[in-house]
């Protein structure tokens, strides 16, 4: 078991290598000229030249990502040339605003999702089951704008119930609601499509398990085959999965924070990317690698305690 | 033991059940009627697709959802299952009636201890607290002989083996006594001595236990040696039914006289006799049939049978057949031609195939497993080599180093005077003069490729025939070689039958004109009377052409039949070689002498049964000295441990590695078969 | 599927009769059909794309309006008989440019698909019958790509490539690409284990042509599967990209550049924003709808 997550943590890091390099590579070596988006088209070759090598945007590429890394960890990420702001704060403020917003469409819908997907499952072919399978494919379609827009417009606009544009919410429960229930509806479309899914599929493959038919012809009471026999085994996959979508739900706030006017990572990302603001673009992305790779090793970790097959490998 | 008791413990009577596919519902159980006495094994056998699972199932009410009771009724005692309420169904479940099934391994919860698993029925029909339950669970552990008990009741099922696994199932069925076990194919999947094992248990329980037992299984032998009653299932009809001896002694349905003559039998050469086989094929799933469901394919068939239905013919008081004229059966002449009288090819005597130190290792430093763990085997020009061993004895990675699928780690392979040692490199004439057959024919032809195709670019490929018409006419005397028919070859292989695809295969494989063919358990997942035609092919193939095989099979008897000399692997060795008559009679390597009374065979005189000791070592960390030691029957002493034994050369070119001398290994052997039969010979009587 | 059912029935060889054999060969093909027709899911969901499949071909006869042409007397009407979908905020027709917003979207997502089904296939295929370092190293990339987001990864590419159709079309079908790669190499994991490979290998067909004639045409279910769910993915994003003016620009009519521009205005003409969303709802879901029919009849 120690050695698996020792394991399992060791592969974690070697991915965030990779994504790090792969980040500040694609930042850096893409076209887009860091210095001349600052000093705008008029500047100089030679005053872009000068702002480059006091950026050290002219260096060897290892050498500046192994510079910029260890700023990194030191903490150190520098200040944004364009919104003129020290990067940390900022990224961490954001990020900071998207997690609550993410982590409130995560705590309402997952037990919803999954209980409707295993209700889906013990009514297999039945109408709760179809209309809820309908239902979640239909909802992992739709683009989260457009849901988005939907909700805007008939909640918003038309009966006055929420605003138009989300804010930070205070800690009181009331201006939680009031400002994450909206933007958070189109990020849950698409996440009650995911996990009600994976969380059916997997009940109805226990289900039809050979172990489950040991259950039922033991005698045992519906109840007790469900409770103990199917549900320990289906919703194991369904854990893996929530984690997966820790690393969707970030791209979705890209399009929900621009949406609301709602001050989280994402928007700054989108902002940063587009304006090439590098100091700020290369730690938002990577934070969101690294929370990535958290939820998915907290998640591989806990699958792992839960199933006796990955715990006693060792 | 005794016989049927005044009332029957379960009564099935006129049982019809149908399934329900794309709209159309297709018959798999026909007005089936039988019944099982107290305390009485009664066995139901037939062919895949017979409705002999179905039969079980209903027995327990868990058909599938597409599944439809058309009619019938299960007495249990006064009630009927299939009208019992969900309460008393759930009642009886478990309580009165349990199941064990084939695949142990998927019908444990991995994720719940097995102690548990066992608890469970105890605190639900029972009504036992958690502690108590536990106990009664790990005293039954204790009852079906799992050693260790409690410390085997804390495991999870994948880290038991798959004996000790069907030995929880087990466990769990008679955890509350029930009047009545549904077996189905409890032992299909486990290798030879661990299945006898199982079937040990069996017998043992029934001593213990008065509970009545339907075992289905396929296996003629084994429900011979367990049922003292069996019915023979024909397309979802019950065709016989008698006391199992004398079912299996004089048959009086023609199919179940032709499916004993399908069945290579101990004592039955290549050389000498011919298998029976049953011409035609089961009739498609739901088709309606106006008479004998069997009269397409039966010898002894009349216009009657055509048109009427058969009911059950009494032949006597317990026995009774589904055929107008069971009067007529046993005077039925073998379908078999007797041996072809084809010229049998001439061959050099020379040396085909040497193989020499071949080692496989999967994986590398303290991890790796050696597979095949220094092998040395030949393979004269025109010789069939049966190669034994259950799962995990390496034979599989030695075939596929011979044909060329994987590298061996280290040796050498000679083949033909050419160095073959290397796979990949090999040249196109040492692939066309060395090819395979393998296990699985639903596998081996591709799905969306024509078998005329498939033929084709094997002959382009191989024979290196090019030109239109010359392809047309080795095609078609290819075909006619396997005996399959020109319009097989327009057809996509999921049309064909499994015998069908394995003569394609068989085909594919000679279509270079072969000096030797690799022969993978050509037969093991097919029929018992399609597995007769297809090895009389290969037998009158080999007869013709003059090939050697490499023949690999867990079934003794098949190999016994084909096989002019037989090696047996353990643990990646081989631990006995010889010509087939010799390895067959003591004096033989321990494990071979195992492995052999580890068959269940109709013959009635029962032969001791040799137990092995413990569970196969894993080969990652195979034992020191003798590789067989930790299990072996007549282990000496440390001797075994610490010192690799010796070969041992006896009578007849057999030898085999033991430190056991052959006189001496033969008077032992010998002694213990004659106690034996006396043994069962008392109890008989 | 059952247990019982698949050991009692798989034996049985049905249809063997000669005469069925010619029959059954075209069966396959025809039951696939039979079964497609008779799914409500893929009936409707084929419904609802081809409606858009029409006006994106045809929308330059059916609009009763240019949708490019700006009227600056008539913005922000609502909606009316003569502007169905009303009107936006430089007077343009919304209904002529939902009709036409079917164009863009349409060209867009399916070729990426293309582009991420060629290249995803291509590496399934050698990864996955290949195995070996270069397999273990395209895992491990995969798992590193999947810890961006798809739209993140696209934001950082566009921004710094620039915006335009083209480039977009090349960001979704590069980041398709591993993506379909996996289904193909998991696949092909299966068929490479089946022993008819192992018989073509010993009649000495070439890696490649084993690829390409024996194992590819058993994999086309779920290829077919994947390449619909992802033409639906493609889709999303696509319409994302464009909402998040990376895509197309103005004034070409595009559903997501339309909600995007809407927005401004949500509180006056919710009509900009309400009508090019169902426009894109409908077709996504309707790619869905599709794919899930598919799904069904292949795995029956």
Known sequence: MGRYILKRLGLSLITLVIVSFTVFAAAEVLPGDVARTVLGPYASQQQVDQLNHKLGTDQPLVKRYLTWAGDFIKGDWGTSPILNVPVRPLVLDRLKNSLILAGFALLLIVPISVLLGVLAALNYGGAADRIITITGLSFVALPEFVVGTFVIVIFAVHLGWFPVSSSVPDANPVDIFQQLLLPSIPLMFVLFGYISRMARVGTVESLRSNYTRTAVLKGLPQRQVVGRHVLRNSLLPTITVVSVQVGYLVGGLVVVETLFSYPGIGQLILNAAVSHDLPVLEPAVLMIAIIYLVANFIADVLVAVLNPRVRLAT | MSAVAEQAAVRIEGLTVSYRRRRKLLRVLNDVSFEIGHGEAYGLVGESGCGKTTAAMALMRYLPDNAVVDGGRIMFGDEDVLTASDSTLRKWRGERMAMVYQDPGSALNPSIKVGEQIAEVYRFHKHLGKSDALAAAIEMLSTVQISAPDRVARRYPHELSGGQQQRVMFAMALATDPDLLVLDEPTTGLDATVEAEVLDLVEQLRAQFNTSILFVSHNLGIVARVCERVGVLYAGRLIEQGPAHELFQSPRHPYTLALLRCMPRLGMRKDTDRLDSIAGSLPPLGAEIAGCVYADRCPIARDRCRTEPPQIEPVNERHGARCFFHEEVPGIPPQAPGIEQVPAATVEQEMLLEVQELVKAYGSGTNAVLAVAGVDVHVARGEVLGLVGESGSGKTSLAKCIVGLIDPTEGTIEFEHMDVTKGRSRGREARRRLQMVFQNPDNALNPSHTVGSILRRSLQLLAGVRSKGQQDAELEALTRSVRLEPRHLDVRPSALSGGLKQRVAIARSFAGKPSMVLCDEPTSALDVSVQAAILNLLVDLQRREGVSYVFISHDLAVVRYVADRIAVMYLGQIVDVGPSEAVFSAPHHPYTEALLSAIPTLDIDAKARIKLRGTLPSPSDPPSGCRFHTRCPRYLGDICKTEEPPWQDSAGGQSYRCHIAPDELERLQTQDAAAAADATGDSVA | ?300
């Open chain 3, 1 to 300: 599927m059952s247990t019982v059912e698949q050991s009692d029935l798989a034996g049985i060889p049905g249809g063997t009769a000669p005469e069925d054999v010619a029959r059954l060969r075209r069966a396959r093909r025809v039951e696939l059909l039979r079964g497609l027709l008779h799914s409500k899911t893929f009936m409707i969901g084929a419904a609802m794309v081809a409606v858009w499949v029409i006006s994106a071909l045809l929308w330059r006869w059916i609009t009763p309006y240019n949708p490019q042409a700006v009227d600056p007397i008539n913005t922000l009407k609502a909606p009316s008989s003569s502007h169905w979908f009303g009107t936006d905020n430089l007077g343009r027709d919304v209904f002529s440019r939902v009709i036409a917003g079917a164009a863009p979207v349409l060209t867009v997502a399916p070729l990426a698909t293309a582009l991420g089904l060629l290249g995803g296939i291509t590496l399934g295929l050698l990864t996955g019958y290949y195995r070996g370092w270069v397999d273990d190293v395209f895992s491990r990339l995969v798992d590193a790509l999947l810890t961006f987001p798809l739209i993140i990864l696209a934001v950082l590419v566009l921004a710094s490539l620039g915006r335009s159709p083209r480039n977009v079309i090349l960001v979704i079908g590069i980041i398709f690409t591993p993506l379909i790669a996996r289904t193909v190499r998991s696949a092909v994991l299966v068929e490479r284990e089946r022993e008819y490979v192992a018989a073509a290998q010993l009649r000495g067909e070439r890696g490649p042509r084993i690829m390409v004639f024996e194992i590819l045409p058993n994999i086309t279910g779920p290829i077919t599967v994947e390449g619909t769910i992802r033409l639906g993915y493609a889709i999303f994003a696509a319409a994302t990209l464009a909402f998040l003016g990376l895509g197309i620009q103005d004034p070409s009519p595009d559903w997501g550049l339309q909600v995007a521009n809407a927005r401004a205005y949500v509180q006056i003409a919710w009509w900009m924003a309400i009508f090019p969303a169902l426009a894109l709802s409908t077709l996504v879901v309707g790619v869905n709808l599709i794919a899930d029919g598919i799904r069904r009849v292949l795995e029956e």
